[in-house]
């Protein structure tokens, strides 16, 4: 495998593997950056929708399962 591929509704992210391999550490790091990133910005998604939710914004048909 060459390269993983991930869509939303804005963005496309792509990994790809280059010639150079990366350090197990550096891998690591730089993967514990994007998780702790990819958190940062669901968890305020989610903490918006359950806002919405809790408010009666969002009736249970409108959400998908």
């Excluded at 350090?23 to 903490?47: G, H, M, P, S, V």
């Excluded at 918006?48 to 998908?64: C, F, P, V």
Aim: charged share 40%; aromatic share 10%.
């Amino acid at each position: 495998m060459r390269t993983i591929r991930a869509t939303s509704e804005s963005f496309t992210y792509q990994l790809k593997k280059s010639g150079n391999n990366q350090k197990r550490e550096e891998f690591i790091r730089d993967y514990n950056l994007a998780l702790a990133e990819n958190k940062r910005i669901t968890d305020k998604l989610y903490d918006r929708e359950k806002s919405k939710y809790n408010k009666g914004e969002l009736k249970k048909q409108n959400l998908l399962v």
